[in-house]
């Protein structure tokens, strides 16, 4: 589902962005990446950070921010660095990921596709 959605996006953008990016769920295992290798690999300790600062974490070299897609951060994206140039670019994939998730949760939700 969004695992595909999400390595499409980051795929397209890894020309574009010289640095290592990607998504991590809820269960801190890596779903999408640029680098296809880490995929699968999990990221201990994201989410406990993530608690004590909700919206942006740095941790062993990586910046870390929630996918904006509703109260629930069910998603998180991943930049390599921890400079300004990393959290705009973290902050630039957490808004267009929770976009995409948004509008593919709207196009295969049954309920808004029964009231159409």
Do not use: W
Not at 13 to 31: C, F, L, P, S, T
Not at 38 to 48: F, H, P, S, T
Request: hydrophobic residues 40%.
């Amino acid at each position: 589902m969004s695992n595909r959605l999400f390595q499409s996006v980051i795929h397209q953008m890894k020309d574009a962005i010289d640095r290592v990016i990607g998504v991590i769920d809820e269960n801190n295992v890596i779903i999408a990446c640029s680098e296809l290798v880490k995929i699968g690999e999990v990221m201990q300790g994201v989410r406990e950070e993530m608690v004590y600062s909700a919206e942006i974490a740095s941790v062993g070299g990586y910046t870390y921010r929630p996918v904006a897609s509703g109260a629930k951060a069910e998603y998180v994206v991943f930049v390599e660095g921890e400079d300004k140039m990393a959290d705009r670019i973290s902050k630039l994939l957490s808004i267009s990921l929770g976009n995409i998730k948004n509008l593919y949760d709207e196009k295969y939700d049954k309920g808004s596709f029964i009231k159409t």
